[in-house]
């Protein structure tokens, strides 16, 4: 009942502005995530999170009428920890378009592209200093799940070069201003933290890994 | 006219000529003839005098480090061509050792890759690697920022040049490849007799060497940088202590096993020991390694294979002697380059 008023109150607000930013709301069974809190796993384990933090790049937003799209292809970095992160595209009018896709990450030409400075500045944590690149997706944390003495995860997933390039091409449709990811649905379908809790480097499990995220977004 | 009119406009004259003058100070780079255009990306980053004047002040300075004791010239010493001499493996903040020797910086405005395995792909994000690995510098680029902004000098120094007040990564990586993209090696012996300067003839033993590196060594080791931006094998086994995997590391697939850069060659008789790790300590001795290499081994790179480098010791030696015209003393004692410290 509280989820169903939560979405209807979401819905109203964007009804009465449909001028608002396109927001990015991760979430955990169907409410905002919030960091340091301590959630149940469908398997009971208890699971917290210290950092989420997320690279989009490429919109390409879908007009409801002509079919047209609209191409913004600018690098969005998301913090959850900091929320003048949330929320971005001030001046676009959301109502005109029934579906948006973008790139979760970065593609190999913005990866190599040398650029440091605002969003690509390396002071956000995204920046591998050792193999040039970004990382797209980072989720830390702690899970009892994690069988180590920490019970520390650390996704750090990214890597755009063959075999294991980890960008994803994700498409929403906008029934209002919000993005939904949910987390809850990464980790129970995507993520086995007993035995998958430490990716730090391009690899086999962060490809795999990052190729379920499509359908974790609505 | 009164005299004070006269001595006010000799003033206003004098101080336009000295702000004219303090603006043309050339930056250090240049563009060689008959080489090819350079890879960096100046528009990113336009040549400025001040800033390469705050790039090598950066450069000598050990405040880049997590207990300043160590600078980039610390592993870069420009009298052994910018490399770690007499170091088999460089060692960072106290006395921390890493997997590899510091290699020579010369002519980086021409590079495409950075570092002996290649997983730096611009010369601007390649000094983000030393300061923050733990067995470097160990610096963290915000504590880095504050440290910087704190200090009067350097807050200055980057207000004067960049204009900001608010010190980032990309404004401290970029005044240091301000100073890195200016150390151009071309006046060697080699350079000179190939221009036709100062009179200046390759000896008997020299031209000989020159022959044989043209036959054994230019496919991989390409004049004018005598080096390349591609990654091989060049024989030496894995070290089983530290087990450098090389370009390995960066791709992860594993038919780079083993590979590293193929450096420069230029100021080589200054910059042993050599290898990725340092393992030779004689020049003499690199050009050995070839000739005993087993070339059955399928893993070596294919210019090897094809083309196995057998020498006698007559020609190791007139190899070697042309190695040494490769040496460039200009360089290697250039004022431009020398410690410096922001005034």
Redesign the interface.
């Known amino acids: 009942m509280k989820v169903s008023f939560y979405l209807f109150f979401l819905s109203f607000v964007y009804s009465l502005n449909c001028y608002g930013q396109l927001s990015i709301i991760p979430t955990w069974n169907k409410k905002p995530l919030e960091l340091q809190h301590v959630y149940l796993t469908q398997n009971k384990d208890s699971i917290s999170f210290s950092t989420l933090k997320i690279y989009f790049s490429d919109f390409r937003f879908k007009d409801k009428i002509s079919g047209r799209i609209t191409s913004i292809d600018t690098l969005i970095f998301y913090d959850l920890s900091d929320s003048s992160t949330h929320s971005f595209f001030n001046d676009l009018n959301l109502s005109n378009y029934e579906s948006v896709a973008f790139t979760l990450g970065l593609d190999s030409s913005k990866n ?1 592209s ?4 605002n969003a690509y ?3 956000l944590g995204m ?1 591998w ?4 690149g970004y990382i797209n997706l980072k989720i830390m944390g702690e899970s009892s799940a994690v069988p180590t003495n920490s019970h520390e995860f650390e996704f750090h997933l990214g890597g755009y ?1 063959f075999p ?1 390039a980890t960008a994803q091409t994700i498409q929403v449709d906008l029934n209002d201003q919000y993005i939904y990811f949910d987390l809850e649905k990464l980790f129970s379908e995507n993520i086995n933290l007993t035995k998958n809790h430490h990716i730090m ?3 086999k499990d962060a490809f795999l890994i990052s190729q379920g995220l499509s359908t974790c977004f609505k | 006219m009164n005299s004070s009119s006269f001595l006010f406009i000799c003033f206003f004259g004098f101080s336009i000529l000295a702000f004219t003058l303090k603006k043309v100070i050339p930056h250090p780079f240049y563009q060689p003839k008959e080489w090819p255009k350079p890879t960096y990306n100046f528009k990113g980053n336009p040549l400025d005098y001040e800033k390469f004047e705050l790039g090598r002040a950066l450069f000598y300075d050990p405040i880049l480090s997590l207990d300043s004791s160590i600078s980039c010239a610390s592993c870069h010493l420009q009298f052994t061509a910018f490399a770690h001499v007499d170091h088999k493996i460089s060692h960072g903040i106290e006395g921390r050792i890493g997997k590899r020797n510091a290699p020579g910086l010369a002519n980086l405005a021409w590079r495409k890759l950075f570092h002996w395995d290649g997983g730096v792909l611009n010369l601007n994000a390649q000094a983000i690697n030393p300061i923050t690995h733990v067995d470097e510098m160990d610096m963290a680029l915000d504590s880095l920022m504050h440290r910087l902004d704190r200090s009067p000098i350097y807050s200055a120094a980057f207000k004067r040049t960049f204009g900001t007040d608010d010190i980032r990564p990309f404004h401290l990586v970029k005044a240091l490849a301000q100073f890195t993209v200016a150390l151009i090696s071309e006046n060697s012996k080699y350079d000179k007799v190939k221009r036709g300067e100062d009179g200046l003839e390759f000896t008997d033993q020299e031209k000989k060497g020159l022959s044989l590196f043209n036959n054994f060594c230019s496919s991989c080791h390409k004049p004018p940088f005598f080096a390349s931006d591609d990654y091989k094998s060049n024989g030496l086994p894995i070290d089983t202590e530290l087990l450098d995997f090389g370009r390995m590391t960066i791709t992860g697939n594993k038919r780079d096993s083993l590979l590293f850069m193929v450096p420069t060659l230029r100021n080589i008789e200054y910059s042993f020991p050599y290898m990725h790790d340092g393992r030779i300590s004689k020049l003499k001795d690199v050009i050995k390694h070839y000739t005993l290499l087993d070339y059955s081994n399928p893993l070596l790179s294919k210019e090897l294979r094809k083309n196995p480098v057998k020498l006698s010791e007559n020609e190791q030696k007139d190899l070697l002697a042309f190695l040494k015209t490769l040496t460039d003393k200009t360089f290697l004692f250039d004022e431009r380059f020398k410690y410096s410290i922001i005034k």
């Open positions: 190599v040398g650029e440091l400075e500045d390396p002071l920046y200093a050792w193999n040039t070069r294991f480097l391009p690899c």
